[in-house]
Structures are given as structure tokens and as C-alpha cells.
């Protein structure tokens, strides 16, 4: 499915655990969507799946949070649009 990165961000709080955001919006969806990602270490990943602004299609929602979950490849152009924002210095602590 098309993915559009409207705008990411990841950054590593007080206590050096990543924390990151990508705001996307998927074809043939009308909502666009905000997944947050936490890491302890960068290498295993949680996520929470909002809508970014109003809410918006429930239904459309439940497919985006399963399409989330099940592929991985748009799992990780999501985590990685947000991964890209760091600089290097910070990846590397």
C-alpha cells in the first residue's frame, strides 16, 4: 500500500531511550495517522498507532493499525522515516 510521510521526528529522552513519531497518511485513506515508537536500545520496537488530529474512520483505523502490524516492510518505512531525522552523534550514545 502507498504510504505518504507527512513529517517524523525521533529523539533519545533523559534516560537515553529512543522516542520517535511519524505522521503519515495511506492511499484511499481520508484520516491521516501518527505512530509513536519506543525503544529501550534501538533494536526491539513499541509502538501506539493514534489518529494525527481528528479522529477519524474507525473502521479504516483497525485495517491501518493490523496493516501496521503484519507488514513489515511498511512497519519499517515508518520507524526508519523517523530514525532518519536523528543525527548520527545521538544514534550512536
Do not use: C
Amino acid at each position: 500500500m502507498e504510504v505518504q510521510i507527512i513529517r517524523a521526528d525521533m529523539h533519545k529522552d533523559e534516560e537515553k531511550h529512543y522516542v520517535g513519531h511519524t505522521i503519515f497518511k495511506l492511499a484511499d485513506h481520508k484520516s491521516e495517522y501518527e505512530i509513536t515508537f519506543f525503544s529501550k536500545r534501538g533494536k526491539d520496537w513499541d509502538y501506539s498507532l493514534n489518529f494525527a488530529g481528528e479522529p477519524g474512520n474507525e473502521e479504516e483505523f483497525l485495517k491501518t493499525d493490523t496493516l501496521v502490524e503484519e507488514d513489515d516492510d511498511l512497519f519499517d518505512t515508518l520507524l526508519d522515516a523517523a530514525l532518519d531525522t536523528m543525527e548520527e552523534e545521538a544514534k550512536e550514545e
